[in-house]
């Protein structure tokens, strides 16, 4: 960046933070894009005169709402939830919902900023959204969450819609969260509509959803290898987390013949030298998705576990961070380089903090973020969308053939946005022009609304 360039972002960022104080993911999300598009987004001067980036930063309503809600035991508890609606110009709200005690504005805010340009790169019309509840899942009986979901729902129908806002699940809301609130919606509104994503596949459901953002991750890092001349098998993967992503990129890692060396959880981390076969693979899914139990209570042939640590300490050549934001961070980043890493590819969103960023930049490691290797997710409830307004269901090949195309023209047009570095695409630069752009045209297209 040259001199001038880093003014007008730190003018630009100072701005924002006096807008935002006390949002730090907010505004390391936005720092990110800024940051990456800054020189590109400077020659563009119908967008600076449009304001693009100052509006595009400033979501375009936020619902702040009480959950009320008992206990098994009788006892009153509340919550508090939103949903930050933040850019629609591409079609209607979409994005998770996430459940987890460190859920704040902030965070909401970060992820509903980013799942503008994920949206975007999908291709499909789909708008900015994200929203959840700093309620805590964890230790929860059923039916608490079942009371939780329908005390949600009570606020949360009359601000969504098929055309108006299409929320679905994140950390801590999967297929369980889905069905209470599709439930509870139907009751309140008295009527069936795609509303949510991620439903059960007997009631409009989409084949491969369920696996689709870790699966979208492994076709994403495997065309960012192909592209570069590595072949994804036999190489050594650490994947982090043991939830939705985790556990169906480790999956698809296996199938295409690499070692998944680690898998983990807010406990610890499991370690394989040689790799999860696929027996153990569903010893761990039936340990998480149906007992949700704890990984440091998994024992096998092979296996050991780290309490207390972070796997990004391990021999391996591909990192696949899949469980929260800055998860990885200068510590890791400089172990996984030391040890001989040569991709990333985030599966989680905001994974890697921008010390880490920096780190795999100057070390030129292939690094792909979450806006385009985790949109495989999106892309499919994308897919359950068009289904449930078209009345039909397509089959697991159909669905996984759309998932496939769709993540390699994400890899295409960060390729084609990526300004090449040392022989080597810059998929961050990549994927947050091309994410951006999209977006800014519809909305000069629009005015000034
Ligand atoms: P799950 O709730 O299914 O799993 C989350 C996993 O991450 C668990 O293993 C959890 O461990 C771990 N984790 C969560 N918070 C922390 C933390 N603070 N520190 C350490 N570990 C943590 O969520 P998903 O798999 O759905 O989501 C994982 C990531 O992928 C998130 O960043 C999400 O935004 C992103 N994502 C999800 C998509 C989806 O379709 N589900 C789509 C695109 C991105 P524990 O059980 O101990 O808490
Ligand atoms: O971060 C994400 O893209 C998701 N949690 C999935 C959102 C969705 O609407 O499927």
Known sequence: ?????????????????????????????????????????????????????????????????????????????????????????????????????????????????????????????????????????????????????????????????????????????????????????????????????????????????????????????????????????????????????????????????????????SGGFIHAPEGLDLEQWEEIRQLKEEQRGRLSSYESKGVTYHDGERPWGVDCEIAMPCATQNELEAAGAKELVKNGVIAIAEGANMPTNLDAIEIFRENHILHAPGKASNAGGVAVSGLEQSQNAMRISWDDEEVDLRLRNIMKDIHTRCVEEGQATNANVDYINGSNIAGFKKVAEAMLAYGAV
């Not at 035991?73 to 919902?97: D, M």
């Not at 801590?172 to 991620?198: A, K, P």
Request: with cysteine; net charge positive; charged share 25%.
């Open 1 to 265: 960046m040259t001199p001038a360039e880093k003014n007008e972002l730190e003018t630009f960022m100072n701005g924002l933070e006096k807008r935002n104080p006390y949002e730090p993911e907010f505004r390391q999300a936005v720092y990110e894009v800024a940051s990456s598009i800054m020189p590109w987004y400077l020659q563009r001067e119908d967008y600076r005169k449009a304001q693009i980036l100052e509006r595009i930063t400033e979501p375009d309503r936020i619902i702040i709402f009480r959950v009320t809600w008992e206990t098994d035991a009788g006892e009153i508890r509340a919550n508090r939830a939103w949903r930050v609606q933040f850019n629609n110009s591409l079609g209607p709200y979409k994005g998770g919902l996430r459940f987890h005690p460190n859920v704040t504005q902030s965070v909401l805010k970060f992820l509903g900023f980013e799942q503008i340009f994920k949206n975007s790169l999908t291709g499909l019309p789909m708008g900015g959204a994200k929203g959840g509840s700093n309620f805590n899942p964890k230790g929860k009986s059923d039916r608490e969450v079942m009371r939780f979901c329908y005390s949600m729902m009570r606020e949360l129908h009359r601000h969504i819609g098929e055309d108006t806002d299409v929320p679905a699940g994140d950390i801590g809301v999967g297929g369980r969260e889905i069905s209470y609130l599709f439930g509870q919606y139907m009751r309140l509104e008295n009527r069936w509509s795609g509303v949510l994503t991620g439903k059960g596949q007997s009631f409009g459901g989409s084949a491969v959803r369920k696996e689709a953002t870790g699966w979208g991750c492994v076709y994403f890092c495997d065309d960012m290898l192909k592209h570069h001349d590595i072949d994804i098998s036999g190489k050594r993967a650490a994947v982090s987390g043991s939830g939705n992503v985790a556990l169906y990129a480790a999956q698809k890692l296996i199938n295409k013949g690499a070692k998944v060396v680690t898998l983990s959880d």
